[in-house]
């Protein structure tokens, strides 16, 4: 399935998260993580982005803007890792695929030598 990297950011909860998710092809929405803020000691807010599994996908930082980029920057890895588990698939079902009929074809000598041989 084609995935976009077109984000969508929900708006902050009491607690200040915020959730952040993206648009697949079907028209459905996948969540990709969230955004926490902290309050440091000098008054300034900094945002944390962590994925679905709590990990941080890039560095705490006090600029929106970058964590905005740090969530596209992710869209496009999870969808380009998508994209390749695809191949591995389809190229695994080729290879079967191969494989089957080369048998087919084994088979097929192997009968028409038993048929000349009567």
Known sequence: MAHSNKILFSKPDRAGMVKVSRFLSDGSIEQLGQINSALSDNDEITYVATNEQGEEIAFPTSDFTEIEMNFSRYAKELS??????NLEIKAEELISRERSINSIRLNKIKNLELLKSF
């Not at 380009?80 to 588990?85: F, I, L």
């Open 80 to 85: 380009e890792k998508s994209q390749y588990e």
